[in-house]
């Protein structure tokens, strides 16, 4: 967990130290975070710039430091006597906390200072941090309320964290509640004897829940950590009549016994044998072939809102219902006698459960949606027009969260055919996407150039009210103009598309990107004076795919983006003609995508605040001098592609698509030629039945065709 913390700091630009018991130690334990899956850093690189050291001679080195982070094991007597040891080296004002997942914090700062107690509070962090955003801050008694509201701040402002205040009781409210619910899905599983992948297929996205469901959940937490966990429950909690349900499981017991505790030891409720997962059969004891459950309700209910879906499901006489009636409904009934105890309004119990376990809906809101009625509770509405029902029974609206504002907080100015514009204040004007994953088509660039040409808008904030930020432009439109021979729309449109891309910059604008920004997206975005992209960005040109080059300005922006050095300019290239996506937005600068000009914001919920504040403080700029290639540049990107296609990653089709988008980056001697010659490749490739190939397929299945 040390290192996963260290690997999540380093990522976002702090100077970092590990200590642990001896350098040795920590070279070994780094060693293995450095090859974790999935990765805790976003380049490998930046393992480097972490400096380890041991507590038996680099103690002093946290004199340096401004805030320490204890997270060794999750022993008491272990973590109070290392801050007997640490004590007087921390600098007066450094912030001290100690990391774990239910300790109570209390007991950890006894026989400490005066100063230190003041200082001192809980970080609960989840793993991996980098992936999981929540983290439960629980001061004690004795701490500052002025250290508790700035170790907020700074977490929630530099530390990429969504901060929930948490009351320090047993397992806070992740593992009180969380684990409590971990565990009891596992009892009602063998009490109604379904199986593994029964309970899954309803736990997943039908219930609002991530597609690791649960029992797949249980395997990536490790099963001895579950019970290491509901057995300090179960000792600090004799009071919670609910605490008999976190009794062992059989099927959890027997997989330990084995040593079969989950993911880390290969195998758990899962176990993965070639290219293909078994699965523990509860009732026999051993693995078999996994078999698909056969619950048709499922699918008759899945795309119904959440509330409906899952009211409608409890009257269901199948195995849905029976499991909702055994699980959800206790589950939910419980969160309602546990609230007050542990958390201190239900608004962040919800947040809990939806920032630490993907839930899509918390308890809370869940039961809202359901009606309290039909899950045997009586209580009034949660949450009622933007207030927040308190311990007692009275609504109050919660402060303001300017820091985590959405895009569609702000209000909507004109709409469009798949776009919108909204006020963002201080003059700032954004243009959202919302078609589906963002696409791109013709109404959407007329609907953005008419936006421009209106001179209304003083600076331009370009984003999308879609799951993604863009997935592309819209492959139907060539398709249906190409098998309509209609090649001189296919014209039109790149045209249309080149006039947009090289206007937007001509007033200070902003693209915030998240998830997929690919194709049309990224030439959208890369026309802005700058790009804001969220840290697990998944950024490229992946046109060859289907068959195209990019034709957007893409191909030109990638040469301009190489500012004329040579291995720039062969590395985006071979992006191009891999269709390499980059697997987050630090990766994307080494492919080439993004430059010194763009920025990341590492909070993926202050990406629009975020982008805000970078586009006030830009003003527009010329676009950059186009930069010939020197020396024998052509020869070095026929190596390059033959190097490609030697390792099988570019076909003779590919290759024939690289060479256009080497054409353009060794033949035009402007931007105005690079333009043109674009346009006229990418039509050229439009006639080709090979590209109609690869864009009908792609679309029929979502995969490319390698023809």
């Not at 990429?160 to 619910?181: C, E, H, Q």
Request: hydrophobic share 40%.
């Amino acid at each position: 967990m040390g290192s996963g913390i260290a690997a999540h700091l380093a990522n976002i630009g702090f100077n970092v130290t590990l200590l642990e018991q001896t350098r040795e130690h920590a070279e070994k334990a780094f060693a293995r975070a450095k090859d974790v899956r999935p990765p805790h850093f976003y380049v490998k690189s930046t393992a480097d710039k972490i400096r380890l050291g041991g507590v038996d001679q680099d103690l002093d080195w946290i004199r340096e430091a401004d805030w320490v982070c204890e997270a060794i094991i999750e022993k008491l007597d272990a973590k109070k006597a290392l801050f007997e040891k640490i004590e007087h080296l921390l600098k007066e004002e450094a912030f001290i906390s100690t990391n774990t997942s239910g300790l109570q914090i209390g007991l950890l700062s006894e026989g400490r200072s005066e100063s230190f107690r003041r200082r001192f509070l809980g970080t609960h962090f989840f793993n991996p941090p980098r992936y999981l955003k929540l983290l439960e801050l629980i001061p004690t008694e004795e701490t500052d309320p002025t250290v508790v509201q700035q170790m907020t701040e700074f977490l929630e402002k530099d530390v990429a964290r969504r901060v929930v205040l948490a009351k320090d009781t047993p397992g806070f409210i992740a593992n009180r509640y969380g684990m409590w619910s971990m565990i009891y899905t596992v009892h009602v599983a063998e009490k109604l004897g379904l199986s593994v992948e029964q309970v899954d297929a309803i736990t997943g996205p039908f219930l609002g829940r991530p597609k690791s469901a649960s029992f797949r959940l249980n395997d990536i937490v490790g099963l001895d950590i579950m019970v290491d966990i509901a057995q300090n429950l179960i000792e600090r909690c004799p009071h919670d009549p609910q605490t008999p349900h976190l009794a062992t499981p059989n099927s959890i017991a027997s997989l330990i016994e084995k040593g079969w505790i989950g993911s880390k030891a290969g195998q758990g409720y899962y176990k993965k044998e070639g290219n293909q997962f078994v699965s523990y059969d509860m009732v026999t004891g051993a693995y078999r072939e996994r078999l698909e459950p056969s619950l048709p309700s499922l699918d008759s209910l899945a795309r119904k809102p959440l509330g409906e879906r899952l009211r409608e499901g409890l009257q269901l006489r199948d195995e849905v219902g029976e499991f909702l009636r055994a699980y959800l409904i206790p589950t939910l009934q419980y969160a309602v006698a546990l609230k007050e105890e542990i958390s201190h309004n239900v608004r962040d119990f919800d947040r809990v459960m939806q920032w630490g376990f993907g839930w899509e809906a918390g308890p809370f809101e869940m039961i809202d949606a359901i009606g309290a009625e039909h899950l045997g509770i009586e209580a009034k509405p949660f949450y009622s027009d933007g207030q927040i029902q308190d311990f007692d029974g009275n609504y109050y609206a919660p402060a303001p969260e300017p820091l985590f504002a959405k895009i569609t907080d702000f209000p909507v100015l004109e709409e469009g055919t798949g776009w919108k514009t909204r006020d963002l204040g201080d003059g700032v004007t954004a243009f959202t996407l919302c078609n589906k994953m963002g696409v791109v088509d013709p109404g959407v660039v007329e609907g953005l150039q008419s936006v421009l040409d209106s001179g209304k808008v003083e600076r331009l904030l370009i984003t999308s009210e879609a799951k993604v930020y863009s997935a592309g432009f819209d492959l139907k439109f060539f398709v249906n103009a190409i098998e309509n021979q209609d090649f001189d729309a296919v014209d039109k449109a790149i045209a249309a598309f080149h006039r947009l891309n090289d206007s937007i910059g001509k007033i200070p604008s902003v693209a915030a990107v998240w998830g997929f920004c690919l194709g049309g997206g990224f030439e959208i975005a890369s026309g802005c004076t700058s790009i804001v992209a969220a840290a697990e960005s998944m950024i490229g040109l992946p046109e060859s795919r289907v068959g195209l080059l990019p034709g957007g300005l893409g191909t030109l922006v990638m040469h301009e983006n190489s500012g004329g050095d040579v291995k720039r300019g062969i590395n985006a290239l071979k992006s191009m003609a891999t269709g390499a996506m980059s697997m987050n937005a630090d990766h994307a600068y080494e492919l080439g995508y993004l430059t010194d000009d763009d920025v990341i914001c590492y909070h993926p919920d202050q990406l629009i605040t975020f982008a805000k504040q970078h586009l006030l403080s830009l003003e527009a700029k010329p676009k950059p001098e186009w930069k010939p290639f020197t020396g024998p540049f052509g020869g070095m990107v026929d190596q390059m592609q033959d190097a490609l296609k030697a390792s099988g990653e570019l076909t003779d089709y590919d290759e024939l698509i690289s060479d256009k988008a080497k054409r353009i980056f060794t033949k035009a001697n402007s931007r105005e030629e690079a333009m043109e010659l674009e346009r006229t490749l990418f039509v050229e490739l439009c006639h080709e039945g090979r590209s109609l190939a690869r864009m009908k397929h792609m679309l029929e299945t979502g995969k490319p065709l390698r023809n």
